[in-house]
């Protein structure tokens, strides 16, 4: 059992780090008698120095009025009431025996949301428990996000030694990213602090390119900035491919041993002249021009990286691919002799400078039984997800699992995502709160949250630029008179429970005794290079004193080669140019709808929590002010915003980095799509389809670039006007400083 605090028993300060995501920023803790009462970034962190962003910085996440305290059952009024623990797991036991035996393993299903990834004891229990139980059946949040990522990878092929780092490019340019306030991969690795690490690559003469339709956090930093209609990505990308092409910019040598397929990309990207791009996306032209130039003629190192934007609008496996191919035709990797970044925690394979060829998943293997969609990285599809619950038949599934995540606020068409979920014979969920997906459930097992039980940091990726790692015991105990879990103690208990051993990490677990966290932490840690009883005496974690770690060169019998232009891929240009035929003039739709990062929110996670509400009180419509007059509409007006599929309400507000005709708001907000009045949701997921506009390979939505109109409901009352202009100022001068 851990010791809580210090020798003062009624306040103590420790350390500890943040879980919210893979950043881990180190964070000092103030206790009151076993309760923390304020986070704060710790400045004499190794990594973080001081960094923590709001999202961390919330103690009401452990403290918040609404947490549930206690497992809890559904009765048949939809209410909830509260559970003894082990009756409550004999329960989903006997329930999953019985939907097994009838059905088939393969109707049980699990659900990973963003927190799990940051859970290495349940991270890596959910895969050991769908293993074990025999299903296939497993979903995340993966590809619903950035899935596209890994659609390239696996059919372009990907540089076994690795990709330049942001702190010695000479270039970086992003395309839908805003690495400032989503504190994504953006920059490389993980920004352990991002303001600092681009004032850095600033002040030693780094360029910095942004294609964004909105001028970001991060654009503010740029020395260039394209900013395009959303959706428009595939054709900016393909622009930029022919203007290198044409003006010969390439690396010769690269392509002429690594590359397939140049000609072919070529001619398909041909029609995308610049008048034509500039004309289509509405750019100028001669910046078009000169991004080519920056990046094909004047950077040796510099990369392109994308983020949501693209990967979140129609044609995202394209975009994806048409600008990992700059890249590829650049040769923008690393080669033998370069240094790489390492992971301490776990061995990861020696860096080649080779090709992995293409390995195309979803072409082989297991399909889901209603569209015949394939798996990327052994999992299903979340995109249809709904179809698979909703669809009778064999293997229909009929149970789920979610640990960590929201999935009827995340996925496409709220609405039929809540009917799925409503059909379930047995829904189970681990969550803190009460949530759109858990409100729904049968069971809902209450975790412990972050600083209530050990962990690593993650140890199955690379997200740092130093090889560091830490590992932080509890700080604080659960509240008295709880009864909470470890997340991945119900898939445990269940396993037990109907006689499966778990293969967790290559160990067989115990049937009869649960482990600790502790223990499973140390299996995943079994190989690390720095030991885990090192990383316990050292409570703000060690950047590894390791020897370099160099790419090494490619192996004799190493033939893999980039496939620049499979079929399916010209196939897709082809489709975007005949799209551009049927869509000009836009005349049906005045508004493309814009997904955008919130600096205080992480995806659907904790919204309700009263410091995310005094701060963001609802999910507004930013407009250009111009927009706004051309409408009709003030600050906190409330509007109709009407898509093909569906409509929200939701409340304005002005930006002036937001282009014209360009309507941005935040994805996978609220719980129940329209419900403004109360909870002002506005969940931008009721507009989006689930079974049109989606990928052919990941199934993945259109949640961006979302052709709208708009139209004013009503005017509020001055006293509500006044609360939204005040909101709007506190929420503009948050997103512009740090």
């Given at each position: 059992?851990?010791?809580?605090g210090g020798?003062d ?12 995501c ?9 206790v009151?008698?076993?309760r923390?009462?304020?986070i704060?970034g ?8 001081g ?5 961390g910085?919330?103690a ?5 009025p609404?947490r549930?305290?206690r ?27 019985t ?15 963003t ?12 895969p ?8 296939k ?30 702190q ?12 400032l ?34 001028r ?14 959303p959706g ?14 044409k ?14 397929g140049?000609?072919?990309?070529r ?15 509405r ?21 392109c990286r ?6 979140m609008?129609a ?8 600008y ?31 090709v992995?060829?293409?390995?195309r998943?979803?072409e082989?293997?297991?399909r ?25 038949g ?17 996925l ?9 979920f409503s059909?379930?014979?047995?829904l ?26 050990p ?11 130093k090889?560091?790692?830490q590992y932080t ?14 997340d ?11 006689g ?8 067989q677990?115990?049937t ?16 690390s290079l720095i030991p ?22 490619a ?9 620049l ?10 489709d ?19 997904t ?23 999910n ?37 980095t ?11 907000w609220?719980?129940?799509g ?17 079974e ?28 509500s006007?006044?609360?939204s202009?005040?909101?709007i ?5 948050e997103?512009?400083?740090?």
């Amino acid at each position: 059992m851990p010791h809580f605090g210090g020798s003062d028993m009624s306040r103590s300060e420790v350390k500890s780090f943040c879980r919210i995501c893979a950043g881990s920023c180190g964070v000092r803790i103030v206790v009151e008698n076993e309760r923390i009462v304020e986070i704060r970034g710790d400045k004499s962190h190794p990594l973080t120095q001081g960094y923590a962003c709001i999202k961390g910085l919330k103690a009401d996440v452990e403290n918040g009025p609404k947490r549930l305290l206690r497992p809890q059952k559904r009765q048949r009024d939809g209410s909830f009431q509260p559970i003894e623990l082990e009756q409550a797991l004999d329960e989903v036991a006997s329930k999953l025996k019985t939907i097994i035996e009838r059905d088939g393993a393969d109707a049980v299903a699990c659900f990973r949301g963003t927190p799990n990834y940051f859970n290495c004891s349940a991270y890596n229990m959910l895969p050991a428990w769908m293993n074990a139980i025999g299903s296939k059946s497993f979903y995340s949040s993966l590809t619903i996000d950035q899935s596209a990522k890994i659609v390239t990878a696996q059919r372009m092929g990907t540089w076994a030694g690795g990709r330049p780092r942001f702190q010695e490019a000479d270039l970086w340019m992003l395309a839908g990213s805003n690495p400032l306030v989503s504190l994504s991969f953006g920059l490389g690795s993980f920004p352990s602090h991002p303001l600092n690490m681009m004032r850095a690559a600033k002040a030693r003469g780094m360029k910095l390119i942004c294609i964004d339709p909105r001028r970001s956090e991060t654009a503010a930093f740029a020395d260039l900035h394209l900013q395009p209609l959303p959706g428009e990505d595939p054709t900016i990308a393909a622009g930029l491919i022919h203007i290198i092409l044409k003006k010969d910019w390439i690396d010769h040598d690269f392509c002429a041993r690594y590359v397939n397929g140049l000609d072919e990309l070529r001619q398909a990207v041909a029609p995308f002249t610049p008048d034509y791009v500039a004309a289509r996306a509405r750019v100028p032209k001669d910046q078009l021009i000169r991004v080519a130039e920056i990046f094909g003629r004047e950077s040796r190192n510099g990369r392109c990286r994308t983020g949501s934007g693209p990967n979140m609008a129609a044609h995202s496996n394209l975009a994806e691919h048409l600008y990992d191919c700059l890249n590829v035709i650049c040769g923008r990797f690393l080669r033998a002799g370069d240094a790489v970044d390492v992971q301490p925690l776990q061995p990861v394979p020696t860096p080649r400078a080779e090709v992995i060829p293409p390995t195309r998943p979803w072409e082989q293997g297991h399909r889901s039984r209603v569209s015949g969609f394939g798996t990327i990285m052994g999992e299903m599809m979340s995109g249809a997800l709904a179809e698979e619950m909703l669809t009778p038949g064999k293997d229909q599934l009929r149970s789920m699992f979610v640990l960590g995540g929201n999935p009827v606020a995340a996925l496409p068409d709220t609405n039929r995502s809540k009917a799925a979920f409503s059909a379930l014979e047995l829904l189970v969920a681990v969550d803190p709160y009460l949530t759109a997906t858990s409100r729904l459930a049968h069971y809902i097992f209450p975790p412990t949250t972050q600083y209530e039980h050990p962990e690593l940091t993650p140890y199955f990726m690379n997200p740092y630029s130093k090889p560091f790692a830490q590992y932080t015991p509890a700080i604080v105990p659960p509240p008295p008179g709880s009864q909470l879990v470890e997340d991945w103690y119900p898939l445990w208990a269940t396993a037990s429970r109907l006689g499966l051993t778990l293969n967790y990490a290559d160990v067989q677990l115990s049937t009869e005794i649960p482990p600790t966290t502790d223990e499973l932490l140390g299996i995943l840690a079994k190989d690390s290079l720095i030991p885990l009883e090192e990383l316990k005496r050292s409570p703000q974690g060690m950047i590894a004193d390791l020897p370099p770690t160099v790419v090494q060169p490619a192996r004799p019998d190493a033939t893999g080669r980039f496939e620049l232009a499979p079929p399916d891929v010209v196939r897709e240009i082809r489709d975007v140019l005949h799209e551009a035929v049927m869509t000009a003039g836009e005349s049906t739709y005045a508004f493309r709808l814009s997904t955008r990062r919130m600096r205080n929110v992480m995806n659907s996670d904790l919204q309700d929590l009263p410091s995310i509400r005094r701060h963001t009180p609802h999910n507004p419509a930013y407009l250009n002010p111009e927009d706004l007059s051309a409408l009709g509409v003030a600050a906190g007006d409330r509007v109709e915003i009407v898509s093909e599929h569906g409509r929200i309400e939701a409340r304005v507000a002005p930006d002036i980095t937001v282009r014209r005709g360009v309507v941005s708001m935040s994805h996978a907000w609220g719980t129940s799509g329209n419900d403004t009045k109360h909870s002002g949701s506005a969940c931008t997921n009721v507009l989006v389809s689930s079974e049109t506009q989606r990928e052919p390979i990941n199934a993945m939505p259109r949640y961006s670039a979302i052709p709208v109109n708009i139209r004013k409901l009503s005017s509020p009352a001055h006293h509500s006007a006044q609360r939204s202009d005040d909101h709007i100022a506190a929420v503009s001068d948050e997103e512009s400083t740090w």
